[in-house]
């Protein structure tokens, strides 16, 4: 890994750890950003969302769920553990 790489890998780590994640689980879904990324990849995580609040696995929810059709009404809007940590396309993501 470069300069560049090492800095994005630190700073993905810290959030990840943040939001309720182990320093292992945070390691493994950041080393996927690494080949998504050289591989210019346009997946995202949940976790790299401005929009995902909460702090652990049981209370993950999406503040842009409207826009990203996770739900109806907003007291929908609690995501899975699963969902969160999957690549994938949304169309309310914002960095």
Same mark, same amino acid.
């Given at each position: 890994?470069?300069?560049?790489?090492?800095?994005?890998f630190?700073?993905?780590m810290? =959030?990840?750890? $943040?939001?309720?994640?182990?320093?292992? %689980?945070? *390691?493994? !879904?950041?080393?996927?950003?690494?080949?998504r990324? =050289?591989?210019? $990849?346009?997946?995202?995580?949940?976790? %790299?969302? *401005?929009? !995902?609040?909460?702090h652990d696995?049981?209370?993950?929810?999406?503040?842009?769920w409207q826009?990203?059709?996770?739900?109806?009404?907003?007291?929908?809007?609690?995501?899975?553990?699963?969902?969160?940590?999957?690549?994938?396309?949304?169309?309310?993501?914002?960095?």
């Amino acid at each position: 890994m470069n300069g560049t790489e090492i800095e994005l890998f630190t700073e993905r780590m810290n =959030r990840f750890t $943040d939001k309720g994640l182990t320093e292992s %689980e945070s *390691k493994a !879904l950041t080393d996927k950003l690494v080949s998504r990324d =050289r591989d210019d $990849d346009d997946r995202r995580f949940c976790l %790299e969302c *401005k929009h !995902l609040s909460g702090h652990d696995q049981t209370s993950w929810c999406c503040g842009n769920w409207q826009t990203a059709g996770i739900a109806i009404h907003s007291r929908d809007a609690q995501l899975p553990a699963d969902l969160v940590v999957q690549l994938q396309r949304c169309e309310g993501f914002t960095a």
